[in-house]
């Protein structure tokens, strides 16, 4: 039997959302119902209320067989120094990474000192073929093959993937354990909305995974190429179920669904919210989307069955910086005026993801976007524009880490450690900065429409 630790390492987030954390604990339930895994633990050290003496501890006294690190792009500040930590206190323990980063830049984590790389498909698939293949075979026979998505360090060389990682119907998902989450941690990310987090702040958030992969195809989201142009959604009856579960057992006071794009399949969102209208599972909740696949028809339906919160990739209204959008994310202020009309009308919050420094686009239009939304009443979500096709896996930590979304990664003149920079392109820098990280006086009120509720 293999025991199995599944950590997040200790970092600073530079943006919180519980949904990108979903997947540990995923990954966590899809390995314990494998036949060869034994203990599998979670820790979700990221969240700033651990510290390395803590991690210590953990590794010391597990003596786990499979440590399997999940990464993002703020996750690999402490990477190598996990790393260090793992090998000294757990020596006899395989190190596989998984998440984000990997499946978009996976060169870059052979620099550090680890076993393995998840580095496509699904994350369930890569770390149980690993834990599989250590399970059923002499540790030096099992680090001598590749497996499907999974690169393998064998001495000083890397074995390539034995083709492409396999991904898994949602039938087969394993929703998280919502008892081994530490939601206090989230509630205190939430509370501070001057930092734009997705949460709802002083109300307690219930993540339901409900899809994965997007056909729209934008060139700046990671989604289709970790998971793919064809969507796969949970059954209906699935998220009812873990909806009700979750709250017998948890005060959750609202859902947040985590999709890309959670009205693609209109059908399913009409049937669902039909559902809730009938009750008795009948949450407040949340979704993002694009403006293209909503309605007046379906958000007023979106409004009478608990949706509070709407998200959509506004991306920007200037004209020159729509030509690098998928054409059904090109959106002109009319239609957007008519959505938030719609959300006004049925109660909910408009909230809309601007992207700064898309190209073709200005400081001057991306100021006008942001004011026409926020004239609409908008709640507004503004995110740098992040290249992922430009990384490569010769990268350093601090160069992957600026693609976070909050930095500027394009163009030597952006980078503060550059003597010879130009100090007009300096000033642009500092205008697209102050979009990010300037005060912010206009705070969510939604909460205020959510009950608060007691411990079941």
């Known amino acids: 039997m293999t025991d199995v630790l599944l950590i997040w390492p200790p970092h600073v987030p530079s943006y919180f959302n519980a949904g990108h954390h979903s997947p540990l604990y995923m990954v966590a339930g899809h390995l314990r119902r494998l036949p060869q895994t034994g203990r599998v633990d979670t820790c979700e050290a990221g969240t700033l209320s651990m510290n390395w003496k803590g991690v210590g501890d953990l590794l010391y006294q597990g003596r786990y067989d499979v440590i399997a690190v999940m990464n993002d792009f703020d996750a690999v500040d402490g990477l190598a120094r996990f790393a260090e930590y793992a090998r ?11 998440g984000r980063l990997s499946s978009l830049n996976p060169g870059f984590f052979r620099q550090f000192d680890l076993d393995a790389v998840v580095q496509s498909g699904d994350y369930e698939c890569g770390v149980a073929h690993y834990v599989a293949a250590l399970a059923t075979a002499r540790p030096e026979d099992a680090a001598a093959t590749g ?10 060389r890397w074995l390539e993937p034995d083709g492409h990682g396999d991904r898994l119907a949602p039938e087969e998902w394993t929703l998280p354990d919502v008892s081994e989450i530490p939601y206090q941690d989230y509630d205190r990310f939430y509370s501070r909305d001057e930092h734009k987090f997705c949460g709802i702040p ?23 190429e970790i998971f793919g142009l064809r969507e796969r959604r949970l059954p209906v009856d699935t998220v009812i179920d873990y909806i009700r579960d979750s709250y017998a057992h948890h005060p959750f ?24 209208i009938e009750g008795p599972v009948s949450p407040q909740w949340k979704c993002a989307t694009t403006v293209h696949h909503l309605s007046e028809e379906l958000v007023a339906l979106m409004g009478r069955a608990g949706c509070v919160r709407i998200s959509v990739g506004l991306e920007t209204l200037e004209e020159e910086g729509q030509g690098v959008l998928p054409r059904n994310k090109r959106i002109e202020a009319e239609r957007f005026r008519a959505l938030a ?14 992207i700064v420094g898309l190209p073709g686009t200005s400081v001057q239009g991306a100021s006008r976007t942001i004011e026409l939304a926020r004239s609409l009443g908008a709640r507004i979500r503004p995110t740098m524009y992040t290249p992922y096709h430009s990384m490569t896996g010769d990268m350093t930590t601090r160069q992957v880490a600026r693609y976070n979304r909050q930095l500027i990664t394009a163009g030597r003149s952006f980078d ?24 912010e006086d206009r705070l969510t009120d939604v909460h205020e429409r959510i009950p608060k509720r007691t411990a079941p």
């Open 253 to 276: 006071e609202y859902v947040a669904f985590y999709a890309p794009t959670f009205t693609l399949d209109r059908r399913w969102v009409r049937q669902l919210c039909e559902r809730f």
């Open 341 to 354: 009309r719609w959300c006004t009308g049925s109660g909910i919050e408009l909230n809309a993801f601007i």
């Open 147 to 156: 497996f499907p998505g999974v690169a393998v360090r064998h001495g000083d």
């Open 88 to 98: 000294a206190l757990s020596p006899h323990s395989r190190l596989i990474t998984f």
């Open 202 to 224: 002083f109300r307690r958030e219930l993540v339901v995974p409900a899809a994965r992969g997007c056909p729209v195809g934008c060139e700046f989201c990671e989604v289709p």
């Open 416 to 439: 503060a450690a550059d003597d010879d920079r130009d100090t007009g392109r300096q000033r642009e820098a500092d205008a697209r900065y102050a979009f990010l990280f300037g005060p």
